[in-house]
């Protein structure tokens, strides 16, 4: 697939049907109240839907309920059990790569102040990290699990963002295109899958090309889930790469939104480290991992550590070691990953189920202004523009 300037602007200007004439009706017989009441009841795959729901939002969830037809099942269980290999570094790469690319975004980071919660700043984090969490399950797709659900909602909260910025004349959809479009959907599906591959690669992880194909196809299907055009998806990562060249190319730069939302996210984090000493490597992580040209359009310090951070792939090659040479070392360190991801997630939810409701209103709701084998190493695909 060849990305151009042409396709790319086609994208900006097209939403997802589906969703947006969900919530459009939803607004309009006045039913959101209680279709987020009645939705905090449909959690898991299977569950009856309740008594009392929206006769559009029943034929929503009807429809989008099961995966993509053309899931390949054998290729999402080695991407589950490369997310188990690498699930603390995979978390690492989403705090502190993918979420600072979306900052460096000037429309996104707009988009992002005005919608997460200016005051919140862990409730993104939360429900990302939860989202992740839930796909890598064993039984994400089955009856029980919480992943469809959570898709389900994460695609009307996003259509409800549309909705409002559309209708309260915040959003200049001629300069910036529709509000969370397609190409920045997309986009977005890169950040969370070949950035973080990419992140990894500089933290010196071992990754086979089987294992890091498979995180991919993973989020290909998430983003079929979230309403992204599959049309306009990168089926390879040869493709995902040029893509998202040629994405950042057009759009990243430096904002007022990113570096405010930059300090946050570096604030958020310095509170979950223990103890005020280790402090700066949240700061020197996000500069190793963005390079110091976003790192500085981003307003990020520099610190003694950001010497002391481009040692890491060194430590970590250790550790890889170890975890190849014994059994029960490879144990220690996945149960110890696991043990990771789990204390920090419960920090950023503070022991909370992130519902994904529609917000009825952005200021209410988001405190707005009016204003594998390691052999085959995987080796990421080349720029393809300069």
């Known amino acids: ?5 042409a396709s790319m602007d086609a994208l900006r200007h097209t939403g997802d049907e589906l969703a947006d004439a969900t919530v459009a009706a939803l607004f309009e017989s006045g039913q959101v109240g209680t279709f987020n009441t009645l939705m905090r009841y449909v959690s898991t795959v299977g569950a009856p839907l309740p008594d009392g729901l929206p006769d559009i939002a029943r034929e929503y969830l009807e429809s989008t309920r099961v995966p993509p037809s053309w899931v390949d099942w054998a290729e999402m269980e080695k991407a589950r059990l ?14 502190f790569a993918s979420m600072p690319a979306c900052y460096v975004v000037p429309h996104v980071a707009k988009l992002l102040s005005a919608t997460h919660g200016l005051k919140y700043p862990s409730k993104r984090m939360a429900e990302t990290g939860q989202f992740t969490v839930y796909l890598m399950q064993p039984d994400a797709f089955e009856a029980g699990s919480r992943f469809i659900p959570a898709a389900q909602k994460v695609r009307l909260l996003h259509a409800s963002i549309r ?6 004349n915040q959003w200049d959809t001629t300069a910036l295109g529709t509000p969370i479009c397609q190409e920045d959907m997309v986009g977005g599906q890169m950040f969370f899958s070949l950035l973080v591959l990419d992140s990894l690669n500089r933290l010196g992880i071992h990754m086979s090309q089987e294992g890091a ?16 055009d599959q049309d306009a998806v990168p089926e390879t990562l040869e493709e995902a790469r040029a893509f998202l060249d040629l994405y950042m190319i057009r759009h990243m730069g430096p904002s007022e939104e990113g570096a405010h939302l930059t300090r946050q996210l570096i604030d958020l984090y310095e509170e979950v480290v223990p103890g005020a000493f280790f402090d700066p490597i949240v700061s020197a992580l996000i500069r190793y991992l963005v390079g110091d040209t976003c790192a500085d359009w981003l ?56 519902h994904y409701a529609i917000p009825e209103q952005l200021k209410k709701d988001y405190d707005i202004s009016s204003t594998v084998p390691r052999t085959r190493r995987w080796t990421p695909p080349a720029a393809t523009v300069s």
């Open 1 to 5: 697939m060849t990305y151009t300037e």
């Open 299 to 354: 307003h990020v310090p520099q610190t003694p550590w950001d010497t002391v951070v481009k040692a890491l792939p060194h430590l970590l090659g250790v550790l890889e070691t170890i975890e190849d040479r014994s059994p029960l070392g490879a144990w220690a360190l996945d149960r110890l990953g696991h043990l990771t991801t789990v204390l920090e997630l419960s920090s950023l939810t503070r022991g909370r189920v992130m």
């Open 163 to 168: 909705h409002h910025l559309k209708r309260a």
């Open 82 to 95: 490369f997310f188990i290999d690498n699930n603390v570094h995979i978390s690492t790469a989403l705090s």
């Open 213 to 228: 194909e498979a995180y991919y196809y993973a989020w290909r299907v998430v983003g079929a889930m979230l309403g992204v």
